[in-house]
Nanobody
Framework: QVQLVESGGGFVQAGGSLRLSCAAS????????MGWFRQAPGKEREFVAA????????DIADSVKGRFTISRDNAKITVYLQMNSLKPEDTAHYYC????????????????WGQGTQVTVSS
């Protein structure tokens, strides 16, 4: 059974930073992609960032580009989302997800999901 467990969320003032972690287990994650999504109250879940388990390419949503970075530790089977210069509009529940097929930003392409972690940014 695949498990994705997020951690690192919390409450932070605007301009602050947080690092989210997503620990994966239950399958061989040498292929496929890992993504971060977020969902604010009353809004649809949106793509934030993604990367593959191999290679150096990452994909970052325009809304967070220049402030958020995604990285991984293959040995720990963990993916990180470093969030800097946080804004109140970044407030959302952040989810980690695994895509075992072709790359896509669409949430429907991601098979496995974690429970998420809440990020709240005050102004």
């Amino acid at each position: 059974q695949v498990q994705l467990v997020e951690s690192g969320g919390g409450f932070v003032q605007a301009g602050g930073s947080l690092r989210l972690s997503c620990a994966a287990s239950g399958r061989a994650f040498s292929t496929g992609f890992m993504g971060w999504f977020r969902q604010a109250p009353g809004k649809e879940r949106e793509f934030v960032a993604a990367l593959g388990w191999s290679g150096l390419s990452t994909d970052i949503a325009d809304s967070v580009k220049g402030r958020f970075t995604i990285s991984r530790d293959n040995a720990k089977i963990t993916v990180y989302l470093q969030m800097n210069s946080l804004k109140p509009e970044d407030t959302a529940h952040y989810y980690c997800a695994a895509n075992v097929g072709s790359y896509s930003r669409r949430r429907e392409a991601y098979t496995y999901w974690g429970q998420g972690t809440q990020v709240t940014v005050s102004s």
